[in-house]
């Protein structure tokens, strides 16, 4: 009797455990059928509708492929298809090729393009303070620039500016500290300046001119033969790695190295402020992120190839080296007081962006003496 009541219970509780098992598996079954049938319904929805794509142009102010200011915008392509998985494609065209290299601004602004890439202080006929995200004399790094950019309130000072055209900007790379450039003649004081014709734009061009010297404006293609034929004296471009390029040390004798007038050369990716709205939000990140990784990229270039540049230049092409004596340095900063003084005081915008940037700069600079400087002068 004891024996039965112990096997029926025993059989109960088998029953009631498989019972048990039978609905967990068919609790996940279940689960599981859900699942996928979500996923076919993702599925079926992607199926049913196909994939929007972008088909972008972007016109720059370089020759198509220019070493370093020219590769930016190509990287940034290659980064957007590849990060889009070709969802957003940019075409890009050198200067010349869609439109001239300074009507980059006009062309992006009026939709004609999605894109530009070009350098902010071309359109300081425009916009005066669009010089400050260009470069400015004895202005800040590009590091320094960059921290003031992302993490100091100037991009969106930037952002401000450009908005009446429409007009999206982003940092587009750097080529770092400039050379002072190439001169026929030695400058040994500030004498030498007077009368001296040098291509030198923007705001360095204006100091020259305090200082005596004759600045005039051409493009990069112009400065060969501009210096061969002794129509300019002398002729500042970039640096090592994209001098040697161009071959001036055929057409002038002495290298100034001096870093004044460009001091962290920044230039910019425009984008038409609809065409970036009218793309979805993660091909929107796609274009902020790849700007943000050709602006680094583009530095790293610089840094790896001047240095290697420079030797070539003095141990292959025997070009002379040159410093620009301490004193002419210091009245070259004393003008370059006196233009941004000036600046300031006729145009508002620029007034505003100034406060930010000398701000910023005046506080990092102390940083950076105390540790950097102090630090190159030991290592
Ligand atoms: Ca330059």
Known sequence: MLIKRKIKTMRRAIISSTKLIM??????????????QKTNKVAAVGAAEPIKTYQWKMVTSWPKN??????????????????????????????GELVPGFEVFDAVSQGTVQMGHSGAYYWKGKI??????????????TSEFNAWLQYGGGLALWQELYKPFGIVPMAGGSSGAQF?????????????????????????????????????????GEIFSSLQSGAIDASEWVGPYNDLAFGFHQAAQYYYSSVWHETGTSLEFLINEKALAS????????????????NQDMHD????????????????????LRKLPDDVLQELKKYTEQVLAEQVENDQGF???????????????EYNDLTLKEYFQHR
């Not at 004498?191 to 404006?217: F, H, N």
Request: proline share 5%; aromatic share 8%; hydrophobic share 45%.
């Open 23 to 36: 609905f967990t598996i068919l609790s996940i079954l279940l689960l599981a059928a859900c699942g996928e």
């Open 66 to 95: 220019f070493p370093g200011l020219g590769i930016g915008p190509e990287t940034f392509a290659k980064y957007v298809d590849e990060m889009s998985a070709g969802r957003l494609t940019v075409q890009v065209y050198g200067a």
């Open 128 to 141: 005066p303070a669009s010089v400050i995200f260009g470069a400015i004399p004895f202005g800040m790094t």
């Open 180 to 220: 002072a450039g190439w001169f026929k003649k030695e400058i040994n004081s500030i004498a030498d300046l007077k009368g001296l014709k040098m291509r030198i734009p923007g705001l360095g061009g204006e100091v020259m001119k305090r200082a005596g010297a004759l600045p005039v404006t051409l493009t990069g």
């Open 279 to 294: 793309l979805p939000k993660d091909l929107q990140k796609i274009v902020e992120v790849a700007a943000r990784a050709v």
């Open 301 to 320: 270039e610089y840094n790896a190839r001047n240095h290697v540049a420079l030797k070539t230049l003095i141990e292959k092409h025997n070009v002379q």
């Open 351 to 365: 007034a505003k962006v100034w406060q930010s940037y000398s701000e910023f700069l005046s506080s990092i600079r």
